[in-house]
Nanobody, 119 residues
Framework: QVQLVESGGGLVQPGGSLRLSCVAS????????IGWFRQAPGLEREGVSC????????HYADSVKGRFTVSRDNAKNTLYLQMNSLKPEDTAVYFC????????????WGKGTLVTVSS
């Protein structure tokens, strides 16, 4: 079974940090493009970051550049998202997703983990 399971979400104050994890099973993470998406209340899902398969080129949304860092541990088949300097507008359900290429309509999705940035 292809499965992605996110964890690490929670409540954090503005300016704080969180580290999200996404554990993949049923496939080798290194052979796929894999990234993070988020969906805020009342808004459409948007891309946050993606690591492209092959050359491992990494993309970040302009809104998170300089604050978020995506990485992966191939031995653990796990993707991470380190989020620093969090803002209230970062509040969303965060999903990890995988496909052959980085695109909005990825084939495989996790259930999501909620990140709430509020004082």
């Amino acid at each position: 079974q292809v499965q992605l399971v996110e964890s690490g979400g929670g409540l954090v104050q503005p300016g704080g940090s969180l580290r999200l994890s996404c554990v993949a099973s049923g496939f080798t993470l290194d052979q796929y493009s894999i990234g993070w998406f988020r969906q805020a209340p009342g808004l459409e899902r948007e891309g946050v970051s993606c690591i492209r398969s092959g050359d491992r080129d990494t993309h970040y949304a302009d809104s998170v550049k300089g604050r978020f860092t995506v990485s992966r541990d191939n031995a653990k088949n796990t993707l991470y998202l380190q989020m620093n300097s969090l803002k209230p507008e970062d509040t969303a359900v965060y999903f990890c997703a995988a496909d052959q290429i980085c695109r909005k309509a990825m084939d495989y999705w996790g259930k999501g983990t909620l990140v709430t940035v509020s004082s």
